[in-house]
C-alpha cells in the first residue's frame, strides 16, 4: 500500500488553536486538492499552480463552505516525502480540523500511519534511515545541545562517516571473495598489512561513535544527575531550589524522602534531570529501606553525583559521610560533585571545613562547593560547576544518541575485532570474509541500506502520525 494511495493527517498538536495545519500527500494528492479547494469563487487550478506557493482561497465541500484556508502545493520531486503533496492551513477549531479530515476521506485520502510521511520520503530516498531517525530526535529535542547533536545528524554527517568506513571495507571484503575465485591458484588480492591497518583505523572510528553513545544519550534525554547523601543533609531543599518550586517534601524528620523524585531543568542550552534520593543510612523501616536500594541504583546510573554534605557536623562526619558517597561513585565514567551545605549558619567556618575536606580528599578531578539550599547561597557556583563539568563535543562532532544505533555499532566492533584476531592467526580467507560481511551488515543497518519491513515499522511507529 506504501505510495499507491494518497494520505492525510493532521501535522499540527491535536487540539484547538490559532491554526491547525492538515498534510496531504500521495497520487491524488492534486486532484483532491483541484475538487475541493476555490479562489475567487471558481475551483482551483492545479495545473497551473507554483509549487511551494501559498494560495488563499475556500475549502468548498457540497456546495456548503467549510472554511476559509492556505493551500500550499509541494510537486514532486521537490516535496518532503518526494510525492505530490499539499498542506492546508486552516483555523484551528477542533471541528474544523475533524470535519476536513472526513471530507478528504471521502475524497479518497487514507488516514496516515504514525511516522508514514516520513517513512515514505525514507523509501523515495529523500534521506537515509539515520537522517530520518534525527527527525523525529529534532522534534523532541527540549535544549539547544539536543537540537544541535540532532541538526548535525539531520544533516548527515553521521551518515556520511559510516559510508566512508563502509565503502573502505566493502573494498576489502570484494578483494579477499575473489582470492576465493583464485584459491587453487593461491593468488593473494588483499593486501593484508593494507587491511590490518584499515581494519585498525576503522575499529578505532567505529569505537569512538559506540563510546560517544553515552554523552549522546544524556544530552538527548537529559544529563542524569543524582542528588545523594545522609538524611537531613538538604537533598530535597536543593531539588527545590533548582527548580523554584516546593516539587518535594521538606522536613526536619530524617527520611521524609523514601522514593526517587525526578525534574528536568535547562541550564545554558543544557538539559538536566535531576534525582532527589532516599538519605543514605541504616534503617529496619521497609519502605524506606526500598527506597535507599533505589538511591544506590541511581547513584550507579548518573552521570553526575551530587553529594550532600551537612556542614553543621563536625568535621570528622562530613569526611566520613563523603567517603560513604566516594566509595559509591565511579570517577572513571562519572563527575562527583560534594556539595557542603548550611554554610549560612557557620559564620566564617565554611572555608575551613572546605579546605580541610579538599585536602582529605586529595582529588582534583572531585569538585567541592560550599551552599546553603534553603537561601539559595551557592547556587551560581553550582550553576557553573555542573556547566564545566562536562566533556561536550564540538559543536559538528558526532554523537550517537539512538539505541538501534550503539546496539549496531556494538555488533559491528565485535565482528571486525574477530577480523584482527583472524588475521593476527592467519584463518583461512572465507571465515574472515564472513566476519567482514557481518561488520559491513550491522554498519549498512543503522543508514537503512540493509533493512526490513519489520524494523522499519518498529522505527516509524514511535513517529506522531502527521510527521
Not at 472554511?67 to 514532486?76: C, G, I, Q, S
Not at 591497518?197 to 544519550?217: P, Q
Request: net charge negative; with cysteine; hydrophobic share 40%.
Amino acid at each position: 500500500m506504501l505510495n499507491s494511495d494518497t494520505i492525510c493527517a493532521i501535522a499540527t498538536p491535536h487540539g484547538m488553536g490559532a491554526i491547525a495545519v492538515v498534510r496531504i500527500s500521495g497520487p491524488e494528492s492534486f486532484s483532491i486538492i483541484g475538487r475541493l479547494f476555490h479562489t475567487n469563487g471558481r475551483p482551483f487550478n492545479v495545473e497551473n499552480a507554483v509549487s511551494h506557493k501559498a494560495y488563499h482561497g475556500h475549502i468548498i465541500d457540497d456546495g456548503e463552505m467549510l472554511d476559509e484556508v492556505l493551500v500550499t502545493l509541494f510537486k514532486a520531486p521537490h516535496s518532503f516525502t518526494g510525492e505530490d503533496s499539499a498542506e492546508i492551513s486552516v483555523h484551528g477549531s477542533v471541528y474544523v480540523q475533524q470535519k476536513l479530515l472526513q471530507v478528504l476521506i471521502a475524497h479518497g485520502c487514507r488516514m496516515a500511519d504514525a511516522g508514514e510521511f516520513t517513512r515514505r520520503a525514507f523509501v523515495n530516498r529523500k534521506f537515509d534511515l539515520a537522517q530520518a531517525e534525527a527527525i523525529a530526535d529534532l522534534i523532541s529535542s527540549e535544549s539547544e545541545a539536543a537540537h544541535r547533536v540532532a541538526i548535525n545528524q539531520l544533516k548527515g554527517g553521521f551518515s556520511k562517516e559510516l559510508q566512508v568506513m563502509r565503502s573502505k571495507l566493502l573494498e576489502m571484503t570484494s578483494l579477499m571473495e575473489l582470492e576465493l575465485d583464485f584459491s587453487e591458484e593461491d593468488v593473494e588480492f588483499a593486501d593484508r598489512s593494507q587491511l590490518k591497518a584499515l581494519l585498525d583505523e576503522t575499529l578505532s572510528h567505529v569505537n569512538r561513535l559506540k563510546d560517544s553513545f553515552r554523552l549522546g544519550n544524556a544530552i538527548k534525554n537529559g544529563i542524569p544527575v543524582a542528588i545523594v547523601g545522609q538524611t537531613n543533609t538538604g537533598k530535597s531543599t536543593l531539588l527545590n531550589a533548582l527548580l523554584g518550586e516546593d516539587r518535594a517534601i521538606v522536613s526536619d524528620i530524617a527520611g521524609t524522602t523514601r522514593d526517587t523524585i525526578e525534574e528536568t531543568l535547562n541550564i545554558n542550552g543544557i538539559l538536566y534531570r535531576f534525582i532527589d534520593t532516599a538519605g543514605l543510612r541504616e534503617t529496619e523501616e521497609t519502605i524506606e529501606r526500598i527506597g535507599i536500594e533505589r538511591s544506590y541504583r541511581k547513584i550507579h546510573e548518573a552521570t553526575v553525583v551530587i553529594g550532600m554534605l551537612d556542614g553543621t557536623k563536625s568535621i570528622e562526619n562530613v569526611i566520613l559521610a563523603a567517603h560513604e558517597i566516594l566509595e559509591r561513585s565511579d570517577l572513571e565514567h562519572q563527575q562527583l560533585l560534594l556539595c557542603i551545605n548550611k554554610v549560612d549558619t557557620l559564620d566564617d567556618q565554611g572555608e575551613t571545613l572546605l579546605g580541610q575536606l579538599r585536602q582529605d580528599l586529595d582529588n582534583d578531578d572531585i569538585m567541592v562547593i560550599c551552599l546553603s539550599a534553603k537561601h539559595h547561597f551557592g547556587l551560581n557556583d553550582l550553576y557553573s560547576t555542573l556547566k564545566h563539568s562536562q566533556p561536550l563535543a564540538s559543536p559538528d562532532a558526532t554523537l550517537v544518541t539512538n539505541v538501534r544505533h550503539f546496539e549496531a555499532l556494538t555488533h559491528a566492533s565485535e565482528a571486525l575485532s574477530r577480523v584482527k584476531e583472524g588475521l593476527q592467526i592467519n584463518i583461512p580467507t572465507d571465515l574472515v570474509s564472513q566476519d567482514l560481511r557481518e561488520a559491513l551488515h550491522y554498519l549498512g543497518s543503522i543508514t537503512g541500506e540493509i533493512t526490513t519491513d519489520e524494523v522499519l515499522g518498529s522505527i516509524f511507529s514511535r513517529f506522531c502520525i502527521g510527521k
